[in-house]
């Protein structure tokens, strides 16, 4: 195949040939463009005055402005490619005569054979050449673009062409084999809407790119079919451009790129602020910390962003303006940064604070896998150092030395929950931890960014430093400071002697005896999920657990975690059929004091797994606990400082199963738990600790045991306890013999239970005598109450003085 410009040379001197034409004659200035989109005339030959002068002449391709003879005319036939002479010709024209020293674009349009779609507008769509007068070789303007259109598909309605989002009417009401005539314009990149005339649809957007062609001029033609397939599968609809030199260019499609915006410019007198996109008003009053969803931007044509205060009235009024290029396809968060005024601190790695666009290519709307989250990192404060940022409590390094305006690459993690440690770069100063709930983002990326100001008193006041993530759906999540909840644990489980207990994953107590209880520990993440697993002491890792449970904690508030049940097989079944498996009872809201300071305010558990329903009653009051079943706890309730006995009877209150002595004169104003552990049969499981009462309080510690109450008699002759003269007249004496060295207290109580007098509380052991001086008391009735390591018994005496 010959070279485009030998064709066109022999092109021209075959038409001065042809006429006879003598040197210098008047000539006119001929482009010669192929637009038959019939796939039998894909490539044509051309003859003219019965001479080939055009061989193998291909769809879609132009000559340049050539000068041909003017004032004559032509016979210009045009065969297929393959002719062997003018005899093939499938059609001939005549062409001229031409006006000298004019401009003429004759543009080869129609079909040749059958099988083609009519015209709307009811064109002829027969082969023909449709010439284009007044044609233009140049704007005369290097500030202008001289720009025609022509309509050249034959199965394409008659189009309006505009500027895309508004802009102006280029073309109105364009027909098939019509030009439109010269438009002027400056030499930019344009998305041209070619619209059915009736406004029924957009066929499409093609991009225009005339930026480099100030001063020259372009003759853009549509060409191909709107169905292919209904036009012998012709080629497709399409924009093109033919220059003066004969060039022919493909306007692409508009295609687009996802950009997402997040107004992260943290200066106070940016609020919100409006972003124009080209010119246009494109989101107004978007707000400091806000986002946009992503949204489809044109790719490969410059995109000028311009930010102005909020409710601006037009572009004039932008304070910054950025021109970007988006590649189609790909994925963007343009982040607004830093301060537009004065008074604010310099960045302290000497990064520029001015207000600024950082543009992240390559972000992750949706990763594919519901098992992961993938989330970049961006360093938004302009006062912080370059930082770390790592998982809390030693965990994995997230960031490393990011700096003001850094982004990082992306991280893949678990949908879960993260705290996060903002450090500097040098591991030294902590600002402080962030709870990051990635739970419900499985699948999904987000963009994480740094807000605010270190120190908004050096910065006008503006907002704190926070971290915060931009979702891709525009919504802006805070990621809350990490705060705690107080969380006493207590092991009542009695069915083997230690536990060890996992937070988290690490061991947290190890070889956790029985009927202890931990202190009050302000030390668990709240609002987040923390994870307890039990095993048995001495394990050596989480895989030893028996059980586990995750749970949330409330900031500021106190729990009680009480580990009640049985670990193992040969426990005596629950009389009521409750569950005896291990778990863990949960108090909430547990108290750390009482609310009332002449009170000791608490809670019950039945932790008991062999014991029925009971109820629990003051002796010579009313019914603390009504129906508890084994695993149940009670409200808190509050009784004045000072002695009780309490009863535990069955659940209809007839039978007495137990009594025990409540002293909790020493308790006013504070707050604690009273538990039933162990169990009523310890022969019928394993021999474990024998059922009692026990108290504890937020302090911790080993649990405090109820002494039993036993009758007077059943103590007494146990010690060989005896009392005389009763009636005292001022004068009591205590006689009794210890088998073996016990803690022993003797109170002197009033008929309220309060303690008027304590003879002693020590080890004793043997014979002991004591004579307890009554003279500081008033006449009345008293109770002697004797207590040993187990047992209690109240012994009634009258002082008459």
């Not at 505009?162 to 344009?190: F, I």
């Not at 124009?276 to 978007?286: E, R, S």
Request: proline content about 6%.
């Amino acid at each position: 195949m010959k070279k485009h410009f030998q064709k066109l040379s022999a092109f021209a001197a075959a038409l001065f040939i042809s006429v006879s034409a003598i040197a210098g004659g008047p000539t006119a200035n001929l482009q010669v463009i192929h637009n038959c989109a019939d796939p039998l005339a894909s490539s044509v030959d051309v003859y003219v005055n019965g001479s080939l002068l055009l061989d193998n002449f291909d769809f879609r391709t132009a000559t340049p402005f050539t000068q041909v003879p003017a004032g004559v005319s032509l016979e210009v036939g045009v065969a297929p490619s393959n002719s062997t002479s003018v005899n093939d010709t499938l059609k001939t024209f005549t062409l001229g005569p031409l006006t000298t020293d004019s401009n003429y674009i004759v543009v080869a349009s129609g079909t040749v054979g059958t099988g083609f779609a009519a015209n709307p507008n009811g064109r002829n769509i027969g082969f023909d050449l449709k010439v284009v007068a007044n044609a233009k070789t140049s704007s005369g303007n290097a500030g202008l673009v001289a720009v025609d259109a022509f309509h050249g598909a034959t199965d394409a309605p008659g189009v309006d062409v505009r500027v895309r989002g508004g802009g102006p009417l280029l073309v109105n009401n364009l027909k098939y084999g019509d030009a439109s005539g010269y438009l002027n314009v400056p030499p930019a990149y344009y998305q041209l809407e070619v619209i059915a005339e009736d406004s029924s649809a957009t066929i499409n957007t093609w991009i225009a790119n005339v930026s480099s062609l100030g001063g020259s001029a372009a003759f853009v033609f549509a060409s191909g079919f709107l169905t292919p397939s209904a036009n012998n599968n012709g080629p497709a609809f399409g924009l093109f451009a033919a220059l003066p030199n004969g060039t022919v260019i493909a306007l692409p499609v508009r295609q687009t790129a996802n950009v997402q915006l997040v107004h992260n410019a943290a200066d106070p007198a940016l609020d919100s602020v409006d972003v124009y996109v080209n010119g246009q008003l494109g989101f107004p009053n978007l707000k400091f910390r806000g986002a946009t969803p992503y949204i489809p931007i044109t790719a490969d044509v410059p995109i000028q962003l311009g930010i102005a205060p909020g409710n601006s009235t037009s572009w004039a009024d932008t304070i910054r303006t950025w021109t970007y290029f988006f590649d189609a396809d790909s994925n963007y968060v343009a982040m607004a940064v830093g301060v537009n005024g004065t008074g604010f601190a310099a960045n302290p790695n000497g990064v520029s604070t001015a207000l600024d666009v950082v543009v992240k290519e390559g972000t992750i709307i949706s990763n594919g896998n519901a098992g992961l989250v993938s989330f970049c990192v961006a360093h938004g404060a302009s006062d912080a150092p370059k930082v770390d940022v790592r998982v809390r409590s030693n965990g994995p390094l997230l960031v490393n030395d990011a700096q003001y305006k850094d982004v990082t690459g992306y991280i893949n993690v678990p949908p879960t929950y993260y705290a996060l440690e903002v450090l500097t770069a040098d591991s030294v100063t902590l600002y402080d931890a962030w709870i990051a709930n990635l739970s419900s983002l499985g699948g999904s990326g987000a963009y994480v960014f740094a807000s605010g100001f270190i120190t908004p008193s050096a910065n006008n006041g503006g907002a704190a430093f926070g971290l915060f993530a931009a979702l891709p759906t525009g919504q802006v999540v805070a990621f809350p400071k990490r705060e705690t909840a107080t969380v006493q644990f207590v092991n009542n489980s009695t069915s083997q002697d230690k536990i060890d207990v996992y937070i988290n994953g690490a061991k947290y107590f190890g070889n956790f005896t029985q009927r202890v209880a931990s202190p009050a520990l302000g030390i668990m993440t709240a609002n987040f999920p923390i994870n307890i697993a039990v095993a048995p002491g001495g394990s050596t890792s989480i895989t030893d657990t028996f059980w586990q449970k995750t749970l949330f904690f409330s900031p500021g508030e106190f729990y009680v975690g009480t580990a009640v049940g049985n670990v193992g097989t040969g426990f005596a079944a629950n009389p009521d059929g409750n569950s005896t498996a291990f778990d863990l009872l949960i108090k909430t809201p547990a108290q750390l004091a009482s609310t009332n300071s002449n009170e000791f305010q608490f809670f019950a558990i039945h932790g008991s797994p062999d014991a029925p329903t009971v109820d629990v009653k003051v002796r010579g009051g009313g019914t603390l606990i009504d129906d508890a079943a084994f695993g149940d706890q009670t409200n808190y309730m509050g009784v004045t400082a000072g002695s009780y006995i309490l009863d535990v009877t069955n659940s209809t209150g007839s039978t007495v199963l137990k009594s025990y002595v409540a002293d909790v004169t020493a308790l006013a104003g504070q707050s604690g738990t009273i538990l039933a552990s162990g169990y009523l049969d310890p022969t019928s499981n394993n021999n474990r600790p024998s059922f009692g009462l026990f108290l504890i309080t937020p302090s911790g510690g080993p649990f405090v045991a109820l002494p039993e109450y036993v009758g007077i008699n059943e103590l007494n002759n146990e010690i060989g306890l005896s009392m005389f003269p009763n009636p005292s007249n001022g004068t009591l004496n205590i006689n009794f013999n210890l088998p073996a060295n016990q803690q022993v207290t003797i109170d002197i109580t009033n008929l309220n239970g309060q303690v008027v007098k304590q003879v002693t509380n020590q080890v004793l052991s043997g014979k002991q005598n004591l004579t307890v001086d009554l003279n500081n008391l008033s006449n009345g009735m008293y109770f002697a109450r004797i207590t040993t390591a187990d047992k209690t018994s109240n012994n009634k005496f009258t002082l008459v003085k």
